[in-house]
């Protein structure tokens, strides 16, 4: 079992930027590639960002591509997504969650492939 904290959510204004966490509860953190998905009331979730195990090979969505990096340090078992010129549309519960993943450099955009998931941290963009 895998628990996941997110924190650094929180209400700004368009422009400005936020750093997420999240911090993991294991000791095999390295063995799991995590993603960041977002959800907005009525809407499914959306993928954002992920990262392998390694840290190689960052994956974003085309929405968020060259203002958001995602990074990880398995020696603090804590992934980080740094969020630049934050848009009102980036306002959502924002989700990470860990994939037991086989390949220390492939990660999925894919929610399903997800088996463990954070409570969520809320992020604002106001206009």
């Known amino acids: 079992q895998v628990r996941l904290v997110e924190s650094g959510g929180g209400t700004v204004q368009a422009g400005a930027s936020l750093r997420l966490s999240c911090a993991a509860s294991?000791?095999?953190?390295?063995?799991?590639?995590i993603g960041w998905f977002r959800q907005t009331p009525g809407k499914e979730r959306e993928f954002v960002a992920a990262?392998?195990?390694?840290?190689?090979?960052?994956d974003y969505s085309e929405s968020v591509k060259g203002r958001f990096t995602v990074s990880r340090d398995n020696a603090k078992n804590t992934v980080y997504l740094q969020m630049n010129s934050l848009k009102p549309e980036d306002t959502a519960l924002y989700y990470c969650a860990a994939d037991y993943h086989w390949s220390s450099d492939i990660s999925s955009p894919r929610a399903v492939d997800y088996e463990y998931w954070g409570q969520g941290t809320p992020v604002t963009v106001a206009s």
């Open positions: 990262i392998s195990r390694s840290g190689n090979n960052p």
């Open positions: 294991t000791r095999a953190f390295s063995s799991y590639a």
